[in-house]
Each structure stands twice: as C-alpha cells, then as structure tokens.
C-alpha cells in the first residue's frame, strides 16, 4: 500500500521497501523506550512517562536533537506484538502514562497495538505537528494527550531549518483539529488525563517568529495548556547555520517569556538551565 500518511504525499510503498521522506519501512523501529522524567511536570508526574521513541521523522530539522534516529535512522525493529507488550511493561514499571514520540509515520501500526493492549493509563501522541488532519483525526480515538510542536510562524524559517516551507499552514490544521477533538482534564494530583498541551522552542535570533506563534497560539487556542521551551541546545547540523549555532541569550529567552505572560497564557515555561544536551536520551545503535 503506497504511504500518504504525512502533508509530504510520498506515495511510497514502503511495505515493499520503498522510502519516502521519513526513511522507514512499514515495520515498526524503536530507538528507545523507559521512564522519562523530563516532560511537562503534569506529563511526568512522580514516576516518570513511558516514552517511547520512534526511528525516522517527517522533518528534517538540522539542529534536531534526536538526530542520531530521526536523519541517521538508528533504532531496532519490532512486530505490532512486540510493541503491544512494551506498552504493557511500562505500566508494569510505574508509568504514568505512554507517551508515543514522533509516531504519526508508523501511525497505523500503533492503533493495531493497542487495539491489541490499551493501557489504563493516558496514550501521549507527541509529535511535529507536520501532520494531516485525516491521521489526527484516525488516532484521536486511541489517544488521550495531544502533545505537538509549533515551531514555526514563518516560511522561511521553516524551510531553512526543517525542509518544510508549508510547516505552518500545516501544522496549524492539524492543531485546531488536536484543540477541537481533545478537552483538558486534569487528577486531584494534577496528573494531566486528556486534552492537548501546545510546545514551542526559542530558537536564536528568532524571537519575533516566536512572538508570532504565541501570538496565533492565544487566538486560536486559548485553553490550551502552552509549553515555552528554552532547552535549545546546538545539535547535529546547526554548527552550518550561523544564526542557530548557539544557545538563546538571557534576553531573547526574557523577550518572549514577557509576551507569554502578557497574552496571559496557562501552563509551563522552562529555565534557561534546561539548555544542555545531558537531557538528550542515548538511543539504541
């Protein structure tokens, strides 16, 4: 069957070894998985998420930093089975919910797993947003946490640094889909159960474009949960990129943290210390 899951409509007929964009066949390839204590405090909670981390990605971010399994491909294979039984051994392990990073290019295998086990705790579709309405909608069902990136306003830094000069327009569809099909809701313990949480990252020399994204964020989200990030930290090819090749100063960082609290957004702002690659997982070979 030819893959159009993703906005880039390879076409690719992956089950007979053709790779479109992503870099992978239809087979299911994992690079990690574990207790992951560095979400969003209603994400991790006490004992961790069950994160789970997919090989390949629908972008092509030079300053990505799970580089080593989203552009180099690193990860192991595993059955729809197999994966059914991780999601098993992490609620064994204490998990507070399963957290699916980058998902949507093995999206159909996914809903097969847990189809074959649901976990009674909250499933995390954790992704770039770089996403089609259809796929959002095929998994909302299966899903109980939205969890996508907004990286980009502007089409030029899209394209400069992801390959993807349509990310916005995308992205934002795919979001206001996420917002309308998921309602927050929240444990006496603050433990997040259902709803969406939008990301965003401060990138170098890019403030105002991070402007614009919480600008658009609180027209059109304004109950979502907002996650500022300023762990940027210069990975893989951004030492190409002037701009980016560097981690954001005390006063972009406060630039746009006084236009989050100003719009009067809700929910998490990470400190400038967040900036260090010791927060990268080590991936399988």
């Given at each position: 069957?030819?893959?159009?899951?993703?906005?880039?409509?390879?076409?690719?007929?992956?089950?007979?070894?053709?790779?479109?964009?992503c870099?992978?066949?239809?087979?299911i390839k994992?690079a990690?998985?574990g207790?992951?204590?560095?979400?969003?405090?209603?994400?991790?909670?006490?004992?961790?998420?069950?994160a789970?981390?997919?090989s390949?990605?629908?972008?092509?971010?030079?300053?990505c930093?799970?580089?080593?399994?989203s552009?180099?491909?690193?990860?192991?294979?595993?059955?729809?089975?197999?994966?059914?039984?991780?999601?098993?051994?992490?609620?064994?392990?204490?998990?507070?919910?399963?957290?699916?990073?980058?998902?949507?290019?093995?999206?159909?295998?996914?809903?097969?797993?847990?189809?074959?086990?649901?976990?009674?705790?909250?499933i995390?579709y954790?992704?770039?947003a770089?996403?089609?309405?259809?796929?959002?909608e095929?998994?909302a069902?299966?899903?109980?946490?939205?969890?996508?990136?907004?990286?980009?306003?502007?089409?030029?830094?899209?394209?400069?640094?992801?390959?993807?000069?349509?990310?916005?327009?995308?992205?934002?569809?795919?979001?206001?889909?996420?917002?309308?099909?998921?309602?927050?809701?929240f444990?006496?313990?603050?433990?997040?159960?259902?709803?969406?949480i939008?990301?965003?990252?401060?990138?170098?020399?890019?403030?105002?474009?991070?402007?614009?994204?919480?600008e658009?964020?609180?027209?059109?989200f304004p109950?979502?949960?907002?996650?500022?990030?300023?762990?940027?930290?210069?990975?893989?090819?951004?030492?190409s990129?002037?701009?980016?090749?560097?981690?954001i100063t005390?006063?972009?960082?406060?630039?746009?943290l006084?236009?989050?609290?100003?719009?009067?957004?809700?929910?998490?702002?990470?400190?400038?210390?967040?900036?260090s690659?010791?927060?990268?997982?080590?991936f399988?070979?």
């Amino acid at each position: 069957m030819k893959c159009n899951l993703c906005p880039r409509k390879c076409n690719a007929d992956r089950e007979d070894g053709s790779l479109g964009f992503c870099g992978m066949p239809s087979q299911i390839k994992v690079a990690k998985w574990g207790l992951f204590n560095f979400e969003e405090p209603c994400i991790s909670l006490n004992k961790g998420s069950g994160a789970i981390f997919f090989s390949g990605c629908n972008l092509a971010c030079v300053f990505c930093q799970n580089y080593e399994i989203s552009a180099l491909k690193n990860g192991k294979t595993i059955t729809t089975k197999e994966l059914a039984d991780i999601f098993k051994q992490l609620e064994d392990m204490g998990a507070e919910n399963i957290n699916l990073v980058t998902p949507m290019h093995f999206a159909t295998s996914i809903v097969e797993a847990i189809k074959i086990y649901r976990p009674k705790i909250p499933i995390i579709y954790n992704t770039n947003a770089y996403e089609t309405e259809s796929v959002i909608e095929y998994v909302a069902p299966y899903v109980d946490i939205f969890l996508p990136d907004l990286k980009y306003y502007s089409p030029q830094l899209s394209l400069k640094f992801s390959n993807a000069k349509n990310y916005f327009e995308v992205a934002i569809k795919a979001i206001k889909k996420m917002y309308e099909l998921k309602t927050n809701k929240f444990a006496p313990n603050g433990k997040m159960l259902e709803g969406i949480i939008i990301r965003h990252m401060i990138l170098p020399l890019c403030t105002e474009d991070s402007i614009k994204v919480l600008e658009t964020i609180k027209q059109y989200f304004p109950q979502a949960k907002v996650s500022l990030m300023a762990q940027y930290t210069p990975m893989f090819k951004a030492s190409s990129f002037k701009q980016i090749n560097r981690g954001i100063t005390k006063r972009e960082y406060e630039k746009v943290l006084n236009k989050y609290i100003e719009l009067g957004l809700d929910g998490y702002v990470q400190d400038l210390s967040s900036a260090s690659s010791c927060f990268t997982p080590k991936f399988i070979d």
